[in-house]
């Protein structure tokens, strides 16, 4: 009999793929190539969040083969769309089970939410681990911002899928402390199962100062920009930030700067518009360069959750500010991220605090010694806990132990 390959990632979104949803899974596939480990990927088409050349169905990346599967994919702005996406894509993975027989161990994510009850069928008919990476947690997510009702059909499923899958599962990775905290009290597993790795960002070296060349740096540079780059879904709070915009309106040296998608992005474009607010801007999804340029020249950076969604997700983009060395502020519950602030990373304040949130900015745009305080402690965290060898070494670690292999 042929020997069982090591490990097979299941993913909707891989490299190309320009998301941090695609990014983080290529890091950690990468990680635990050169590790020594065997890995395959099993993942979606891009379509959405690429806009390159097309790409073939199957590739080897750097060691790593990369089996790419067609399902429908319509716009995910509204529900419908996000449950054809979602389905869609679990139907391809389930009509390829039968590749899962081949590893030792699969790792698989949350998004799309039903694609663990698929993966969870591999451990009773295959015997392979099984590793779960919660990026959000549902259904309580979904409930907790109203994108579904209790009772409903689709929450019920995504609650049975919870109880299917959970006490199959050999290992869980959660993105914070309040999040394995949450997961310990609401899910059947044991909590020494549940390992804290957060997301991370690949580290460009010391932030550049020098603006040549930046498409953002004749327009904005002498401005004090708040920067809000990302999700602007359901699970954010973009009416405090609107409504700081609003009483922000008159002070011309301070801008904002969105970028992004998300199903809250279309109506944030039309409050500005309609209202005249010339002192923000909504632009599309940055990356590479652009995304860069972005960073480079923001002052202050916003991070937001919908007040009782903190434990069910983390803002991803974080660990990009925190890259950069750019002061953070952030509306949200307590956690991991606003422990970070108190210790000097920037601010932090509560949901439909739009006066406060105000009042912060110009505070912060008056004090650039502050700033720059701010700004060494976001580079400081970032080289301690978020770079890509920190936290893919933490996956490393996981598999190896998982798997039976001593460190190398």
């Not at 050349?53 to 067609?70: A, C, F, K, M, W």
């Not at 919870?162 to 949450?182: G, Q, R, T």
């Not at 879904?233 to 009416?239: E, P, S, Y």
Request: net charge positive; with cysteine; hydrophobic share 40%.
């Amino acid at each position: 009999m042929k020997p069982k390959k090591d490990v097979l990632f299941l993913c909707q979104f891989f490299h190309p793929e320009y998301i941090s949803s695609a990014q983080l899974p290529f890091d950690t596939a990468k990680a635990l190539q050169k590790s020594g480990l065997t890995v395959d990927v099993l993942c979606g088409y891009p379509r959405e969040y690429y806009s390159g050349p097309p790409v073939p169905d199957e590739e080897v990346i750097e060691g790593i083969s990369v089996q790419r599967l067609h399902y429908l994919q319509p716009s995910r702005s509204h529900t419908l769309g996000r449950l054809i996406n979602y389905f869609s894509f679990t139907l391809s993975v389930f009509l390829h089970m039968g590749k899962l027989k081949q590893y030792r161990a699969v790792l698989f994510y949350s998004n799309p939410p039903v694609l663990p009850w698929v993966a969870s069928w591999a451990k009773k008919r295959f015997g392979c681990k099984l590793v779960f990476v919660s990026y959000d947690l549902y259904p309580e997510l979904a409930l907790r911002t109203g994108a579904l009702k209790p009772g409903s059909s689709v929450s019920r499923l995504m609650k049975h899928i919870n109880e299917a899958v959970y006490p199959k599962l050999d290992a869980v990775v959660a993105l914070s402390s309040e999040m394995k905290a949450f997961l310990a009290g609401n899910r059947t597993i044991d909590p020494k199962k549940i390992t804290v790795i957060p997301n991370w960002y690949a580290d460009n070296g010391e932030p550049c100062r020098d603006l040549t060349g930046n498409r953002f740096a004749r327009e904005l540079g002498n401005k004090f920009v708040v920067s809000y780059f990302g999700n602007m879904g359901t699970v954010q709070d973009v009416d405090t930030i609107l409504d700081a915009i609003r009483l922000l309106r008159d002070d011309g040296s301070i801008f904002f700067l969105f970028a992004g998608h998300g199903n809250k992005m279309e109506a944030l474009k039309k409050a500005i518009s309609e209202e005249n607010l010339r002192n923000a801007r909504v632009l599309d999804f940055l990356h590479g360069k652009d995304y860069r340029d972005a960073l480079q020249i923001s002052s202050a950076a916003l991070i937001s959750l919908e007040a009782g969604t903190t434990g069910l997700c983390v803002p991803s983009k974080t660990y990009s500010y925190m890259m950069e060395g750019i002061p953070l502020i952030a509306i949200m519950d307590d956690s991991d991220i606003v422990s970070d602030i108190r210790s000097g990373a920037g601010v932090s304040l509560k949901n439909g605090e739009s006066q406060r949130l105000a009042a912060l900015i110009r505070g912060m745009a008056a004090d650039p010694q502050g700033r720059e305080a701010m700004s060494r402690k976001c580079r400081e965290l970032y080289l301690g806990h978020y770079t890509p060898e920190i936290c893919t070494g933490q996956y490393v670690s996981l598999f190896r132990q998982l798997l039976g292999r001593e460190e190398t």
